[in-house]
């Protein structure tokens, strides 16, 4: 009587223990902490994140909230191992990932195989939530299909009919290279040919030749980082930029402060954030920059937002059960410094995002003063469209 | 495909600039290795440290890139010694792998306190007035600047050829490496010798980087991207060899060229297809001796 009496308060202390580990909220950043994206997010992607958490007070359901942070490298498979680990081990409740498309959609389907909330905000392929969506994902700050249609659309309108690609030679390359093109056709334009080039190439002025050659009116960059300011450098160098004008399928404030505007004026992107739009923008900004000397990035403001979101979600739902908080976070409509919008079946967060422009540098009147608005692009008409979804959730 | 002669030769010679820079870069490795049977593979590292030290020379204080040309070389040459009277000088009758295990920690070391200062997206460098603009050439528009790299890593590239060749002093150094306590015999002070050759060749990889820095942006990583290459080369031309490193650097940067036109895809590979050729014909490499 006495051992099963035992047994069972032992039950019930265990029990009691478990649910107290499942209460409390962990989030577990991971991304590229050391290279060529790490700029873009990175460790200031963390500091973000923590002060979304000090601004909710440190604490959810009466626990303190937990951030850890890891670096994946830019290797899918690390990335997975960790987040495997870190749910298994440590009771992660939200896989925050990060930068790099492999990574992303690795880490996605650990998130879903062991039911756990997944943010990200700095990957942009849209399978995250196409054909590789899953009940636990939330794609926060862009994607492709917007860099797409905000600025292929935009430039075709403005004149810009012919089109050669510069296309980073990987999965997200590709992806960029074949949305944009597919919108630059839609509305009458033409692709007259793209060069694939190697991740990483340090020299890009034979390639650029070669979109001259083709007498092409833009030039489409569909690359990032590092690839895309070297070759908006060597472009200026070699004069391509008075026969070509140069779209940036995907441009960070990092890419465009280290080139300086002398390199970039005119510069025609589509971002999802910029630190100078209004008064609150420039509030939060203004406290990202007194911590860290730099201007955040749009997916640091997303990091900052999404933490929040994901908090306040845990918050209404009691719980940090995956289920209960993918319900709130799908029903509650964001609105803060970084976004207005929803949350949709497929864990899209439709937002408007940006057209901008790199300002010329008479223009610029402050450090990171950087870019102008041209055009606010609403999130139903940037984002895929049901009609071109393959998402089995959103049906 | 169909590609006109003009589009050809302008290709031909952008490759003749990236051959450039692998021609300086794999000569100062190859003068390492010939004299020190070091594998240095923290040439990429003091390659980007000469491109961030033109870099802060110019931020903070103005000092313009003609300058630099002089002293960056010399700055990362003096660490260079340090590197050698510190460190490897306890490795030398070790096997190879024990060098490239140092040189490569010491890369990692020196990026990541580059990495934590200045990010990774890198910085900006403007070229010197003197050296912007372009030459028409009729089939292409050549910026000044490129055409001066050119020349200058030639220059440097054959009066160090010469140095170790032709004259009394790359005598003694070659004397050295082949017998060194017969050349200490003759009174000649050889530990000095290997630690200015080391102190040499990384200022040869310096003078690369400071070439560099208005091309590439200045950042970090950009050692890591070039380094790989530049041991490829290095394999090709055969260890050790001087001229051979010189001409193998060039031709590869035009074969690289003209990849670039005819199956881009491949142009990051296509050194290292070569150099599989290369070591099943001749496993010494093209220019080198089999000992």
């Known amino acids: 009587m006495k051992k099963s009496l035992n047994a069972i308060a032992l039950a019930i202390g265990t029990l009691a223990l478990a649910t107290a580990a499942q209460a409390q909220v962990k989030i577990g950043l991971i991304t590229d902490m050391s290279s060529l994206y790490s700029d873009v997010e990175g460790k200031n992607g963390a500091l973000a994140i923590q002060m979304a958490i000090d601004d909710f007070g440190g604490k959810v359901l009466g626990q303190p909230i937990e951030l850890m942070t890891a670096d994946h490298q830019n290797k899918p498979d690390i990335a997975a191992t960790k987040a495997r680990e870190w749910i298994d081990t440590a009771g992660l409740t939200m896989v925050f990932g990060g930068t790099n498309s492999g990574a992303a959609l690795a880490m996605a389907k650990v998130a879903a195989e062991k039911k756990r909330v997944y943010f990200n905000n700095g990957a942009a392929s849209s399978a995250l939530t196409n054909d590789q969506c899953t009940p636990y994902t939330v794609h926060y700050a862009y994607d492709t299909v917007a860099l797409a249609k905000g600025t292929g659309a935009a430039v075709v309108e403005q004149g810009g009919k012919s089109w050669f690609f510069l296309t980073a030679d990987y999965a997200f390359g590709h992806a960029l290279e074949a949305d944009t093109s597919r919108v630059v056709k839609e509305k009458g334009g033409t692709v007259v040919g793209a060069v694939r080039t190697p991740l990483n190439a340090s020299d890009f002025s034979s390639f650029l030749l070669q979109a001259q050659n083709s007498k092409a009116q833009i030039l489409g960059l569909a690359n990032a980082g590092g690839d895309t300011i070297n070759s908006i450098k060597a472009a200026k160098e070699f004069g391509i930029d008075k026969t070509m004008k140069t779209a940036g399928l995907l441009v960070f404030l990092s890419d465009i402060h280290s080139l300086g505007l002398k390199n970039t004026e005119g510069l025609l992107h589509t971002t999802s954030w910029y630190w100078d739009l209004n008064d609150e923008t420039r509030k939060w900004s203004k406290r990202f920059f007194d911590k860290t000397k730099r201007m955040p990035t749009d997916i640091q403001a997303a990091d900052y937002s999404a933490t929040t979101t994901y908090l306040k979600a845990v918050q209404a739902a009691g719980s940090t059960d995956a289920d209960k908080v993918m319900e709130q976070l799908k029903k509650t409509p964001v609105n803060d410094f970084y976004s207005k919008g929803t949350i949709r079946a497929d864990g899209r967060f439709v937002h408007d995002m940006y057209l901008v422009e790199a300002k010329k540098q008479s223009e610029s009147k402050q450090p990171w003063d950087y870019l102008k608005v041209v055009k606010t692009l609403p999130g139903e008409q940037v984002y895929t469209t049901k009609a071109e979804s393959k998402c089995a959730l959103w049906k | ?291």
């Open chain 2, 1 to 291: 495909m169909q590609i006109s002669m003009p589009a050809l030769l302008s290709q031909l010679l952008l490759g003749l600039v990236n051959g450039s820079f692998y021609a300086i870069l794999s000569l100062g490795l190859a003068v390492i290795f010939g004299l020190l049977n070091v594998i240095n593979f923290a040439h990429g590292a003091l390659f980007m440290m000469g491109a961030v030290l033109t870099w802060m020379a110019m931020n903070y204080f103005e000092i313009n890139y003609w300058v630099m040309l002089v002293a960056a070389p010399l700055i990362v040459g003096v660490f260079g010694v340090v590197i050698e009277r510190l460190l490897l000088r306890w490795i030398y009758k070790l096997d190879h792998l024990y060098g490239l295990l140092l040189t490569l920690g010491l890369t990692l070391l020196i990026e990541g306190f580059f990495r934590s200062i200045y990010g990774v997206s890198g910085l900006a460098y403007d070229v010197p007035d003197a050296l912007s603009g372009a030459f028409n050439l009729g089939f292409m528009i050549l910026p000044k600047y490129r055409a001066w790299v050119v020349v200058a890593s030639l220059i440097v590239c054959f009066a160090t050829w010469y140095a170790i060749e032709k004259t009394r002093l790359g005598a003694y150094l070659r004397a050295g490496t082949e017998n060194p306590r017969l050349v200490e015999a003759f009174g000649i002070n050889v530990p000095l010798m290997i630690t200015l050759t080391y102190g040499f060749g990384v200022a040869l990889a310096a003078f690369a980087g400071v070439l560099a820095a208005p091309v590439i942006q200045i950042s970090p990583l950009m050692g890591q991207n070039l380094i790989i290459i530049v041991f490829a080369v290095v394999v090709i031309g055969g260890m050790g060899s001087i001229m051979g490193a010189i001409l193998t650097g060039l031709g590869l940067g035009v074969i690289e060229g003209l990849t670039k036109v005819f199956y881009p895809e491949a142009s990051s590979t296509v050194v290292f297809l070569i150099m599989m050729l290369v070591l099943l014909v001749r496993p010494a490499g093209l220019f080198g001796n089999e000992k």
